[in-house]
């Protein structure tokens, strides 16, 4: 049952975290507001940006603020997946018996950073995927519960592909979010540049404890849903499949297959953290909006057709958004009225992403100043 | 606790609710009165005004509840909703769905919504009609008025019913032509139609459509008759009356021969007084004696036609009379004799003395004599040229 207190806590502890935060990330607002939001949620997050845009030190941030058990793990071609979970080796014990003890893992800490987690080979890749879900971890037929809260906030390059192994959809299916880390503007450019010269030290002050995040998490999770909006959320997840009964043209046309059930259930957790996060008590369609394309656009297999047309997933979720308020009788959300379908379908046409094509048509990443300036909440573009 | 609430906007939402009801049925008004009037005036039914007029009172009054009730009055979700719209970011449609949910967090949603719905004029719910609804409507009002002054003018004589127009200015105008004999009779009319066969009668009619060409028509004459004219002026027994503009009536006139020519005819055959005995029977002013053997003339056409009963004497039209050296072939010219001079003195006469006729027709016919007189002298002048020349020889 959440109290007066629960709700009271809350506010006061996101507007902490988020206060703390950026004492040491310059900027990113809506990536650190994405990679909140899915930690209180419970979610794992990946992000996905050039080389130096922050990452790496914002997942960094996060462990000090929220004060848990931070690790972190360089993922590498040769990165084995017991290198990950831990593995069993053998102990003396006093009386000089030989036994298997088990050697735990990074992966048993709270909040994990896999960096470059695309160098790592798909086995390795793998080795995460029962933690992320499952929050528990099996080595030699035991398996064993992480802590919690748990979090894998991942990084990934979208411009070196060479030796990489793009993550499988499985993998994929279990990040709550997938962030995408813009390039930093000119202010934030120059407030980065002047803050670290004076120092590199990192100076975010804990304010959240584990046991605090779940309480969050239970408050949040009392948020109720109307059932319209529910319906309106279920809808735009169903209506990125092109042979759903909801499909949407844009689906039929670009996705070869679209997001899973963890996508709904991913987007109404998230849009309740949300929601509470903007002092309100309810779900919104705008809540929901906003969120689509954190949760659906690595979710969105695109087809030969969109990947021909560079056409990116950002502009997909759009369109299906468009088209499902659209068949709803809901006004468009500001960002799409402002911006037609044509529009955002140009923006994934950038030299930006033609200089970095990928294998599935995911990683049309763009990172020069027109489609910064498109860019809206979570890095959509 | 919500219809507290949303008191001032049910009622709004509920106005825009009656009005989209009261246009909607004032559509299937306006459309009855529309097809009643137009449907009346065309088939000339003047009743048909006050049928539409009422019919558009009573649909509207009759469906607009109707409307209301089944489609537009407004639920308690819907007007949640329309109230969300102002910004309230589905506020209202939660606190509708929590509103018997006890626990703190459906209470402070309540609050929550609560005072954000203090915040906004219930004023900006607008009133919105779909523009599909308004197009319709003002369709409607246009088809309605028009047939109303449609109605109204023809209920008023001022314009007259559709068929009437349909037929006097679509439908193309047709004009009846009747060719007959006239009433002396003494021919019959021949008309050739599209599909060349003719039918002979004392009178042919005929429909023609405007501008186009009327049948061949031919006035064949009865025996002893000659076809005069007809009586619009036109002389040829054979007419064609091309880009018919109006109705005609025409008569082919006949003239029957004179007694006298009757009579020469009757003597046609007979064989000429140079050939011929003289007989007790015959008195002097030519009469035939009924007791007396007939002349070869009066035969039978078997006898007449045997050469040996002609005694040599010519036949056919214009055959010699027994009174007369005329209707004689001499040297390959027919000698008429006076023949048509004794015809043409008595057309004369009757001409004169017939008040009752027609002075074009008096005309014509005198025409008619006087060329055939003259054709009588040409051969007349060539005969004398012939006798000269044969005398010559």
């Given at each position: 049952m959440v109290t007066e207190n629960d709700i009271k806590q809350f506010s006061e502890l996101s507007n902490n975290i988020f206060a703390q935060i950026k004492r040491d990330v310059i900027g990113q607002k809506e990536v650190v507001e994405g990679t909140v939001i899915a930690m209180i949620a419970g979610g794992n997050v990946l992000l996905e940006g050039v080389?130096?845009?922050?990452k790496t030190r914002l997942v960094r941030t996060l462990g000090r603020v929220f004060d848990l058990p931070f690790a972190r793990i360089q993922f590498t071609?040769?990165?084995?997946p017991a290198d990950v979970t831990g593995t069993n080796i053998i102990v003396k014990d006093d009386n000089g018996n030989s036994t298997f003890s088990f050697q735990p893992g990074p992966v048993f800490s709270n909040i994990i950073l896999a960096d470059e987690i695309n160098r790592a080979t798909p086995k390795t890749q793998s080795a995460l995927l029962e933690a992320m879900q499952e929050h528990t971890v099996t080595v030699m037929g035991v398996s064993r519960k992480l802590n919690e809260p748990f979090f894998v906030l991942a990084t990934q390059n979208?411009?070196?592909?060479?030796?990489t192994y793009p993550l499988p959809e499985a993998q994929m299916d279990r990040f709550m979010f997938k962030l995408i880390v813009p390039n930093p503007s000119l202010d934030e450019l120059m407030s980065i540049v002047s803050l670290t010269q004076k120092t590199m030290a990192e100076v975010a002050d804990p304010v959240c404890s584990g046991e605090q995040l779940l309480k969050m998490r239970e408050t949040a999770n009392q948020i109720p849903v109307a059932e319209e909006v529910l319906k309106y959320a279920m809808m735009l997840c169903s209506a990125?499949?092109?042979?759903?009964?909801?499909?949407t043209e844009a689906a039929k046309k670009y996705v070869r297959l679209g997001a899973s059930p963890r996508a709904g259930q991913a987007l109404i957790s998230a849009a309740k953290v949300m929601a509470l996060i903007k002092g309100r008590y309810n779900v919104a369609y705008s809540d929901i909006n906003d969120l689509a394309y954190p949760v659906l656009r690595h979710r969105i297999k695109l087809n030969f057709e969109a990947i021909a047309e560079r056409v990116s997933p950002d502009a997909i979720v759009g369109m299906v958004i468009s088209e499902v308020c659209k068949k709803n009788k809901l006004p468009a959300p500001a960002s799409l009225a402002s911006a037609p379908v044509s529009a955002q379908k140009e923006s994934a046409e950038t030299p930006a992403a033609e200089a970095a094509p990928s294998e599935n048509g995911e990683e049309d990443i763009s990172d020069n100043k027109n489609n910064k300036k498109k860019r809206g909440l979570f890095g959509k573009k | 606790m919500a219809n507290n609430v949303f008191k001032k906007y049910r009622a709004r939402i509920a106005r825009e609710g009656i009005l989209k009801s009261i246009l909607l049925s004032a559509c299937i008004g306006l459309g009855a009165l529309s097809l009643t009037v137009l449907f009346s005036w065309f088939f000339g039914f003047k009743g048909g005004l006050y049928v539409g007029l009422g019919l558009l009172v009573g649909l509207t009054a009759l469906l607009a509840p109707l409307f209301y009730y089944k489609l537009y009055r407004p639920t308690t979700k819907a007007i949640a909703k329309r109230v969300d719209e102002l910004g309230l970011e589905e506020r209202v449609l939660t606190m509708v769905e929590l509103e018997n949910d006890p626990s703190y967090i459906a209470m402070r949603q309540r609050e929550d919504t609560l005072k954000a719905l203090g915040s906004v004029d219930h004023m900006l719910v607008k009133i919105a009609v779909s523009a599909a609804l308004v197009i319709t409507f003002g369709v409607g009002v246009l088809l309605g008025c028009s047939a109303i002054t449609v109605g109204s003018l023809y209920v008023a004589d001022v314009i007259p019913s559709g068929v009437s127009l349909v037929s006097e200015n679509v439908l193309p105008k047709t004009f009846t032509l009747t060719y007959s004999v006239s009433s002396s009779g003494g021919g019959s009319i021949v008309m050739y139609t599209d599909d060349w066969s003719n039918e002979q009668s004392v009178s042919e009619e005929v429909i023609v459509t405007e501008g186009e060409d009327a049948p061949a028509v031919l006035a064949v004459e009865d025996d002893k008759h000659i076809f005069v004219g007809w009586s619009d002026g036109v002389t040829e027994a054979y007419r064609q009356d091309v880009n018919v503009k109006g109705n005609m009536d025409v008569q082919a006139i006949f003239l029957k021969y004179a007694e006298n020519v009757e009579d020469a005819e009757s003597d046609?055959?007979?064989?000429p007084d140079i050939y011929r005995e003289p007989r007790d029977n015959d008195n002097q002013d030519g009469e035939t004696d009924p007791d007396a053997p007939p002349w070869p003339g009066s035969e039978s056409t078997e006898q007449l036609q045997d050469p040996e009963n002609l005694g040599g004497g010519g036949n056919g039209p214009g055959g010699a009379t027994?009174?007369?050296?005329?209707?004689q072939i001499i040297d390959g010219q027919t000698f008429y004799g006076d023949t048509y001079e004794d015809a043409h003195s008595e057309a004369m006469d009757r001409l004169g003395s017939d008040e009752s006729m027609d002075d074009g027709l008096k005309d014509s016919i005198s025409d008619y004599y006087d060329s055939i007189q003259q054709d009588s002298s040409k051969t007349g002048d060539g005969e004398g040229e012939g006798e000269s020349e044969g005398g010559g020889d």
């Open positions: 080389p130096g845009v922050g071609p040769d990165l084995m979208p411009i070196e592909q060479d030796g990125t499949h092109p042979d759903s009964e909801c499909a | 046609r055959f007979a064989p027994q009174s007369d050296m005329g209707n």
